[in-house]
């Protein structure tokens, strides 16, 4: 079936630095997609969304990227802080109005 | 302004019980979702509610899970007779419609443990 998947499962980054968290995606219909940051104990926090005839969005100090040809979404904080260690999910609207979730990233921001 | 609220927070029972879990989305959110995360893992979609029309229950696991939302807004998720493959923290989200444009608003979840 089709699938949200995440490059990489955990990524050490020290403070300063910028992240760059990846997703793929299968499904060459899904036309939104969204990070969410999830810190322990709490539920998953709304970080920026693109539309697929997007190539790019940006918010403060964070980044998304589109890549349609490759099916690749990716996430770019910049001057990582170490208030952003969490998991991040990207999803995708897949199935009528159902977030699909990745597994997540979880992001270590080290001094 | 007051996010989605869940309640309760924290919910531990004993196989076979029935358990209630309560969500108030954010005012004026016509939208609400239910999920459920097990440990470790991404966000499991199980229904999804907008306005009155009849919600796409699509998502759940069995007959045992099922919800309603009363007058558009407060939503309740039951699980009955339940199994110990049940636990997990169950989280809700409300959005302002149900255009895929929408981004999803989530509460801090009941964690459920079966015992």
């Known amino acids: 079936g089709e699938s949200v998947g995440l490059h990489l499962p955990t990524l050490s980054v020290q403070e300063g630095d910028n992240s760059i968290i990846n997703c793929a995606y299968s499904?060459?219909?899904?036309?939104?997609f969204i990070w969410y940051k999830q810190e322990s104990g709490k539920g998953p926090q709304f970080i920026i969304d693109i539309r697929s005839n997007m190539d790019k969005r940006q918010g403060q100090r964070v980044t998304v990227l589109l890549n349609k040809t490759v099916k690749h979404l990716s996430l770019q904080i910049a001057a990582t802080q170490p208030g952003d260690s969490a998991v991040y999910f990207c999803a995708e609207n897949l199935i009528g109005y159902a977030l699909n979730f990745g597994k997540g990233t979880s992001l270590l921001v080290t001094p | 302004g007051a996010g989605v609220s869940q309640s309760p927070s924290n919910k531990v029972t004993e196989k076979g019980k029935d358990v209630e879990l309560r969500c108030d989305p954010i005012?004026?959110?016509?939208?609400l979702y239910w999920y459920r995360q097990s440990l470790g893992q991404g966000l499991e979609f199980l229904i999804y509610?907008?306005?009155?029309?009849?919600?796409?229950k699509s998502g759940l696991p069995s007959d045992r899970f099922s919800a309603e939302r009363t007058g558009g807004s407060v939503s309740t998720l039951t699980i009955q007779r339940t199994q110990q493959e049940d636990s997990a923290v169950y989280l809700c989200?409300?959005?302002?419609?149900?255009?895929?444009?929408?981004?999803?608003?989530f509460g801090d979840g009941t964690r459920l443990s079966i015992l």
């Open positions: 499904n060459s219909a899904s036309d939104y």
């Open positions: 509610f907008q306005g009155n029309s009849a919600p796409d």
């Open positions: 005012s004026g959110h016509t939208a």
């Open positions: 989200a409300s959005s302002l419609a149900g255009g895929r444009v929408q981004p999803q608003h």
